[in-house]
């Protein structure tokens, strides 16, 4: 099955990657394969250090700002010396991996890791329609350059109704940011109306 989290990795100088990643696990999680993209820079620091640290959360702005980029302020981290990588403090469960062959074909190549460390910080709190909605449309979010303005916009607007129908203040808010990204890339608003206002006022915490 394909897990959606977060993955951290590092360069050659020691600086940290946060981003979005959904490996192949088998149902006992005895190993992990990660299939980054070609040019990625998860794939340049797998290829440096060939370690990482895959992290189960439930933090849906937080996966959607690491997939678009907006990483500023940093999720909290701490290193852990056994898996020498950054564990992310929000994380529900987290897998220290180790690569241990490479595979599949460009543009998307397979990082078959190994287990190396694993630890839980808190109970996994679930997914709402709001959160998978969320994660939905960062999914789209990355594949602006892949998808047409048209299929965007029915999307978008087909999820925005899961998000303050069923959503917090937080799924709001990272729809919204989600939406402001892709509009940015295509130079036009891509939200009905009603969606927009009720997805702005969400995001502000008013009904």
Known sequence: MIVEGLLTTVDAQGRVNVAPMGPVVPPDWAAVVLRPFEGSQTLENLRATGRGVFHVVDDAELLAR???GRRHP??????????????????????GLEVERWGGNPPRLEAHARIVA???????????????????????????????????????????????????????RAFALLVQHVEQHLGQSILQEEHARKILAGSRGHD
């Open 118 to 172: 694993r630890g839980r910080l808190r109970d996994f709190v679930g997914w709402n329609r709001a959160r998978h909605a969320v994660l939905e449309a960062a999914i789209l979010a990355t594949r602006t350059a892949w998808l047409s303005p048209q299929e965007l916009v029915e999307a978008f607007n087909f999820l925005a109704p899961l998000v303050y129908k069923t959503g917090d203040v937080a799924e709001h």
């Open 74 to 95: 940093p999720p909290p981290m701490q290193w852990h010396p056994q898996v020498q990588g950054w564990v992310l403090q929000q994380a529900c469960r987290w897998y």
């Open 66 to 68: 690491c997939a678009i």
